[in-house]
């Protein structure tokens, strides 16, 4: 186990956790290993980004993290919740509640307004509507779409979808936003805009940040630079980045 990319953090409580994580996709005869025994820990709060050329199993290792697929060996713990452990429902719920998603492209229902689609999450976990439209608006205000309430995905500039993704995966207070390339479909400066927003709300809500990104000025700003090459995560110096 490397310590370097574990990182205990014993005073703080820890967001996510993988131990001993494998993955090898079966499909008829065909087998494809990606990683096998990768050990992560990321505490409350902390921000690290995941780094790797493209095939190196990013996208996989943040499938796993989310609970999206299933290890072939391993365990992932949120919120100090073993994944394995519990019944598809207890997942589930447990995903909505304690994990965000921001993906490269938005995900957003295309039939439901912007407001709906971050109402949605507050829903599913048992809040009653006005609660649910509280904190939607609170949300939807902070990145910067408090006009745009009652638009829908399809009426929406790139960027706006995005600050709408960011929402969305905030509305919970999950303890952990994981993000794969979140940005990477938006020019430049829509780009750093949407990034530094999601940076200052998970500071802001001491959310934990997991980025799969390919770009290494934003991999700067994180607390953290791990990069997945030939099946392993190791910890990058900030001179290597
Ligand atoms: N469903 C699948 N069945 C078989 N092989 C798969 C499947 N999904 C991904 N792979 C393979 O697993 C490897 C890792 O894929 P993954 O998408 O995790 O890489 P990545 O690092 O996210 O790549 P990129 O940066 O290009 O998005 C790749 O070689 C890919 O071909």
Do not use: W
Not at 31 to 38: A, L, M, N, S
Not at 174 to 197: M, Q, R, Y
Not at 216 to 236: F, N, P
């Amino acid at each position: 186990m490397s310590e370097a990319v574990m990182q205990p953090q014993k005073h703080q409580g820890e967001a996510l956790r993988a131990e001993g994580l494998a993955m090898t996709y079966a499909e008829g005869k065909l087998r494809t290993p990606v990683f096998d025994g990768i050990d992560l820990s990321v505490h409350s709060g902390e921000t690290v980004a995941i780094l790797g050329a493209s095939g190196a199993g990013k996208s996989t290792l943040l499938h796993l993290l989310g609970g999206l697929d299933t290890p072939t060996a391993g365990e992932v713990f949120v919120a100090g919740q073993k994944m394995s452990s519990l019944s598809d429902s207890a997942r589930g719920a447990l995903r909505n509640k304690a994990l965000g998603f921001v993906y490269q492209f938005h995900h957003l229902l295309p039939e439901f307004t912007a407001l709906e689609n971050v109402m949605l999450p507050v829903l599913l976990s048992g809040a009653h509507v006005p609660d649910a439209l509280k904190r939607a608006k609170v949300l939807l205000e902070a990145v910067g779409l408090g006009h745009r309430l009652e638009h829908k995905p399809g009426e929406l500039s790139g960027g706006e979808r995005q600050r709408a993704a960011v929402a969305r995966a905030l509305v919970n207070r999950p303890a952990c936003v994981l993000g794969d390339e979140p940005t990477g479909n938006l020019d430049e400066k829509t780009a750093s805009t949407v990034f530094e927003l999601m940076l200052a709300l998970n500071h802001e809500q001491q959310t934990s940040l997991v980025l799969v990104t390919h770009d290494r000025r934003l991999a700067r700003r994180l607390d953290r630079v791990l990069e997945l090459h030939e099946g392993k995560l190791r910890q990058l110096r900030p001179d290597e980045v």
